[in-house]
């Protein structure tokens, strides 16, 4: 009797077992990350605070609070007034013909903080805030930046 063949058996079907133990292992990890997740999406939906804490770095390596800028731009602006913003400035304009009819403050704000996040124009948003609106970004200012990273 060959062995051979009992060898390539046994080679195939440990290879198989393993095979399923590292599938079962990712999907297990996977589910797990998902319930995280969904757990911690229902916590910020509950409290009204972000999954994650947006952080940005900026062109002088200063970290940006995101949610500070947020803030400034809804007491900075109206609607109206951040929608004539964006069509004033260039840089910003693009940012016009992505609203909608029923966008509100909240959804151009979003929009904003979009186009500058994907596009790293933080420094442009807060130079033509501080020049449109020297008081409220006075106001705001100071909490700007969170840390300098070491």
């Not at 609203?99 to 807060?126: A, E, M, S, T």
Request: charge should be negative; charged fraction near 20%; aromatic fraction near 10%.
């Amino acid at each position: 009797m060959d062995p051979l063949p009992d060898f390539c058996a046994n080679t195939t079907f440990i290879i198989v077992i393993v095979g399923f133990v590292v599938t079962g292992i990712i999907i297990v990890g996977v589910w797990a990350l998902m319930g995280w997740l969904a757990a911690k999406g229902i916590r910020a939906a509950k409290t009204g605070k972000p999954m994650f804490r947006p952080v940005v770095v900026t062109d002088d390596k200063q970290v940006l609070n995101v949610a500070t800028v947020r803030k400034l731009l809804h007491a900075a602006f109206t609607a109206q007034t951040l929608i004539r913003f964006c069509q004033d400035h260039p840089t910003f304009r693009p940012i016009v013909d992505s609203l909608g009819p029923h966008d509100g403050l909240d959804d151009i704000v979003d929009k904003v903080i979009n186009y500058c996040q994907l596009r790293f124009l933080w420094q442009d948003l807060l130079t033509e805030v501080a020049e449109e609106n020297p008081q409220q970004f006075a106001r705001f200012e100071p909490d700007l930046h969170v840390v300098e990273p070491g």
